[in-house]
């Protein structure tokens, strides 16, 4: 309880605007986050200012957290929101990559690669959005386990179940995730 009130007031200095406030916040979560933006952005380098936008959005969008959730997850999610649109960015501008790949592929077939991009944004978001129709616990042993990295004896005590029951959550995530998915695809096909 002494952390979260601990967490408002930070959240409470941030949105007066307090630099230390704005670093405190920053420092607390800077480790966490950076291994988010890593996971989707493949140099350190990009994924720092991967990291320092998002906490400039956390920053100008502070104000409509409403401490309903975690503060972790939402900020998480901004994140996760930034990287994939600096990913996107940078492949609908292959002077912003530096993975010389990008270029061959470029260089070999543009509209194959413009269709190829075109399709994995579709099944990213198709992805996105069937892992938010999973109920809360299903979904956040998923993320723990497939996002994060965790065991499932560290998803068992951060989560306080057994590790059965997140064994079990992870199985029913996928195979309710097997069954969104392929409706979202069929329904595609059918337009």
């Known amino acids: 309880m002494e952390q979260q009130d601990n967490l408002k007031l930070i959240v409470e200095g941030c949105l007066k605007g307090e630099r230390r406030s704005q670093e405190r916040l920053f420092t607390m979560f800077y480790g966490k ?11 350190r380098d990009s994924a720092q200012e991967v990291l320092q936008v998002s ?9 409509h957290f409403d401490f309903s959730g975690s503060l972790e997850g939402w ?21 912003l990559s530096d993975q010389d790949n990008d270029f ?3 260089a070999a077939d543009p509209m194959q690669e413009q269709e190829l991009l ?6 990213a978001e198709l992805a996105q959005k069937a892992i938010e129709k999973l109920s809360p616990a299903y ?23 057994s590790e059965g029951t997140s064994k079990s959550n992870l199985a029913k995530a996928k195979m309710n995730l097997q069954r969104l998915l392929k409706e979202q695809f069929i329904q595609i096909e059918k337009r």
């Open 118 to 123: 075109a399709h994995s944004q579709l099944k």
């Open 33 to 43: 986050m950076m291994a988010v933006s890593m996971r989707y952005i493949g140099d």
């Open 139 to 161: 979904r956040t042993v998923f993320n723990l386990y497939v996002m994060e990295e965790l065991s499932h004896k560290e998803i068992a005590e951060k989560l306080g179940i």
């Open 55 to 63: 906490f400039l959005k956390v920053f100008d969008k502070l104000e």
């Open 104 to 106: 061959k592929s470029l």
């Open 75 to 95: 900020i998480r999610r901004i994140v996760s929101n930034t990287a994939i649109d600096h990913l996107r960015k940078a492949k609908k501008d292959p002077f």
